[in-house]
């Protein structure tokens, strides 16, 4: 079936270090994708989105970058701090799951002060 | 704005015994999402309402699970007998947007079920 799925389960990085999260998706439909956040005992929190007209979008101190040729997503975080420690996991919609989001696995991250 | 509300946030209950778990979505949020997560995974959709009408269940095990959305507003999730492998986190989330494409969700904090 049609999935999301990241590359590394764990990325580990000291403070103030830059964060790159990978995430692959197999469903070429899939034109909307999002970033969630969970940190231990919360529910996943939003950090970003991106359409499939674009390929790259910016917010606070993260970027998300879209490569649609080789299905691929990144999360980028600057200056990673103590409090961005969490899982992450990556969700796309579309095509024929329109309205609905499919979650990769997660990657931990930890940063170390 | 109050965030997505969910009770309990633990749960511990015997094999076969019933539980059911509640979710009050953000307020104007019309759409309504029920998601199982075992460790380390990703959550997986398990029902989305839009207002009251179940729109896809279809990965919903509807032996024994079941959930309903009276008015269109809280939702409650029933799993009746409990098994062993039901142990999870069951996440509910909302969503200003119907059907749209681009639909940002918002999750609650989950209710831990722990299965004996």
């Known amino acids: 079936g049609e999935s999301v799925g990241l590359h590394l389960p764990t990325l580990s990085v000291q403070e103030g270090d830059n964060s790159i999260i990978n995430c692959a998706y197999s469903?070429?439909?899939?034109?909307?994708f999002i970033w969630y956040k969970q940190e231990s005992g919360k529910g996943p929190q939003f950090i970003i989105d991106i359409r499939s007209n674009m390929d790259k979008r910016q917010g606070q101190r993260v970027t998300v970058l879209l490569n649609k040729t080789v299905k691929h997503l990144s999360l980028q975080i600057a200056a990673t701090q103590p409090g961005d420690s969490a899982v992450y996991f990556c969700?796309?919609?579309?095509?024929?799951?329109?309205?609905?989001?499919?979650f990769g696995q997660g990657t931990i991250l930890t940063v170390h002060p | 704005e109050a965030g997505v509300v969910q009770s309990p946030r633990y749960k511990i209950i015997e094999k076969k015994q019933p539980v059911a778990f509640w979710c009050n979505p953000i307020?104007?949020?019309?759409?309504l999402y029920w998601y199982l997560q075992n460790l380390g995974q990703g959550p997986e959709l398990l029902i989305r309402y839009e207002n009251e009408e179940a729109v896809d269940d279809s990965q919903l095990p509807k032996d024994r699970f079941s959930a309903e959305r009276l008015k269109g507003v809280d939702s409650t999730l029933k799993i009746q007998p409990a098994e062993l492998g039901d142990s999870a986190v069951y996440l509910c989330?909302?969503?200003?947007?119907?059907?749209?494409?681009?639909?940002?969700?918002?999750f609650g904090p989950g209710t831990r079920l722990t299965v004996l």
């Open positions: 969700a796309e919609s579309g095509g024929t799951s329109y309205g609905k989001l499919t």
């Open positions: 307020s104007g949020h019309n759409t």
């Open positions: 989330a909302s969503s200003p947007r119907g059907l749209a494409a681009y639909n940002e969700q918002f």
């Open positions: 469903n070429s439909a899939s034109d909307y």
